[in-house]
């Protein structure tokens, strides 16, 4: 079975689409004869161009229905309709071939390409933050644009029923899945509105969690995130959990902290450093992992932070009143913060990986477990690094590593991402 079934309208829509996912490292294959369709390739993703984007409209709709036509729903996982990123071509009459063919999908439009300055607001799409009409597409010779609103540029052709949902309710990930739910009850599709990545992902999760399987329409990034949401509730390996340990006290850690709070994926478990100052935590310690044991959520985070006082420890003034010098409290933290890590995984076998935020407190970890250092794999995002332990009690355990400045307030949940990821691909 195809992990994702893509059919474009050009074959440089069906490439960029296709190689998007060999970054999850499926192997992808790109068709541009669509009178030729064999779906045997031998391949994860298969791309198909139906080369259609400037033809007649009743033409548009024979060859992706052709093409169709050789495709039952046991065939993928995930089915694409590749869009333009700027609109262009016969999208409602090709969008009318997938309905026909796969009445019982609903279809999700994400008109949405971040990276390329591509968003959608409101349902009116903006192009490097100027409407769609008011850029180049408006003078394209062979198929201009002019008009912004989405939902009028699909209804052109299109002879199903559309609803919008906008930004404000895509972030409220607590409420989406109802609201989706809700909307298809009446419409075939639903335009979203998106600006982030992050905005795409929280598309994805919520169209998982509602368990609608959908036809996902857009110009790449969203059947990306799609077909990793999908794949992620679907094997049974994604069952392994994450354990972070946050011991940096910056205010990038705070804002990362915050946003993570706010994802259903995570827990946090705030640990007083004072009482790891007092040196008797054993209680403390017992009641982190028993909660992390109990804990439903993919990704439980240690952490020295009260995100309702988040106080910066005056660590002169606690050394000065306990005769320690300023590296010699903060390394008092970091070592009890290390024993309570490695309770909490000898106590929780499931968990595949950590990530550490803070040098020293990354050091504390790997001293308390005999660990030599890091077999390096890869870059998660500019200085934060993906490796495995070597030596010591945990050797071959999955880390991730970063200093409490680095990265945007959503670090956290992209590092999340990133784990569950390489978790599906081993």
């Known amino acids: 079975m195809l992990k994702t079934l893509i059919i474009a309208d050009d074959s440089t829509g069906a490439n960029a689409s296709a190689i998007l996912l060999t970054k999850m490292r499926l192997c992808a294959v790109s068709l541009i004869d669509y009178n030729k369709v064999n779906l045997n390739q031998n391949a994860d993703v298969l791309a198909i161009s139906t080369d259609s984007r400037a033809v007649e409209e009743t033409e548009a709709y024979n060859r992706v229905s052709s093409v169709l036509s050789k495709v039952n729903e046991n065939d993928f996982k995930v089915l694409n309709k590749r869009i333009d990123s700027t609109l262009r071509g016969n999208i409602g009459a090709e969008l009318n071939a997938f309905k026909d063919r796969f009445p019982n999908l609903k279809i999700a439009i994400v008109p949405v390409f971040p990276s390329s300055k591509r968003v959608t607001v409101n ?13 180049d597409v408006a003078k394209d010779p062979k198929m201009p644009i002019h008009i912004s609103n989405v939902t009028d540029i699909i209804m052109k052709q299109f002879k199903g029923s559309v609803a919008n949902i906008y930004l404000y309710d895509v972030r409220d990930p607590s409420k989406l899945p109802e609201l989706i739910t809700k909307t298809y009850e009446t419409n075939d599709a639903i335009i979203f509105d998106g600006e982030t990545d992050a905005d795409i992902r929280k598309i994805c999760q919520a169209l998982v969690k509602a368990n609608i399987p959908v036809i996902a329409t857009d110009p790449g990034p969203f059947t990306y995130f799609y077909t990793k949401e999908v794949l992620r509730k679907q094997n ?14 910056t205010d990038n850690t705070y ?7 706010k994802h259903e994926d995570f827990e946090l478990h705030y640990i007083n450093p004072n009482k790891l100052l007092e040196g008797d935590y054993e209680e403390l310690t017992k009641k982190l992992v028993e909660k992390v044991k109990k804990s439903p959520k993919k990704v439980n985070i240690l952490t020295t932070t009260d995100l309702n006082n988040p106080v910066i420890l005056d660590l002169k003034a606690i050394g000065d009143k306990l005769n320690l010098s300023t590296d010699d409290v903060s390394k008092k933290i970091n070592d009890a913060l290390a024993i309570i890590l490695t309770r909490v995984l000898d106590e929780n076998k499931d968990v595949y990986a950590i990530f550490t935020s803070g040098g020293d407190t990354t050091l504390g970890f790997l001293n308390e477990v005999n660990a030599e250092g890091f077999k390096l794999f890869k870059q998660v ?18 880390i991730i590593t970063k200093g409490g400045m680095i990265g945007d307030e959503n670090a956290f949940i992209e590092i999340k991402d990133f784990l569950e990821e390489e978790l599906e691909n081993e």
């Open 255 to 261: 804002k990362q902290l915050v946003a993570a709070s």
């Open 381 to 398: 995002m500019p200085l934060c690094v993906f490796g495995e332990l070597v030596k010591g009690s945990y050797e071959g355990l999955k």
């Open 123 to 135: 349902g009116i799409m903006y192009v490097n933050g100027i409407k769609l009409e008011e850029t």
């Open 236 to 249: 049974d390996k994604a069952k392994g959990r994450f354990v972070y340990l946050i011991g940096s006290v």
